[in-house]
């Protein structure tokens, strides 16, 4: 069974940072783009991050861009996004997806797996 498993959610003072991770098991997605969707309350699922299968390509949502970094490593088969400077308007569900293809997508229909999200709050 193909799993995308979440961690690193938590409650967090503006300002702060936090390191989420995405840790797959199932089988492998080293050859596969992976992105990195929120989804605040009463809001649709957003874009934040995608990252090509080697790493070497990354793309990000203009709303985190500067203060984000996802990151991969393919031996351990997880993804992470590291996030400085958290505003309240951070706080979401963040949700880890695997994409079809190897490179970086911006688009939910890309994505064929999805985590179960982790929350992020961002007390101001």
């Known amino acids: 069974q193909v799993q995308l498993v979440e961690s690193g959610g938590a409650l967090v003072q503006a300002g702060g940072s936090l390191r989420l991770a995405c840790a797959a098991s199932?089988?492998?997605?080293?050859?596969?783009?992976m992105g990195w969707f929120r989804q605040a309350p009463g809001k649709e699922r957003m874009f934040v991050a995608a990252i090509s299968w080697s790493g070497g390509i990354t793309y990000y949502a203009d709303s985190v861009k500067g203060r984000s970094t996802i990151s991969r490593d393919n031996a351990k088969n997880t993804v992470y996004l590291q996030m400085n400077s958290l505003k309240s308007e951070d706080t979401a569900v963040y949700y880890c997806a695997a994409a079809r293809g190897s490179y970086y997508y911006t688009a939910d229909y890309e994505y064929n797996y999805w985590g179960q999200g982790t929350q992020v709050t961002v007390s101001s």
């Open positions: 199932g089988r492998t997605f080293s050859n596969n783009g």
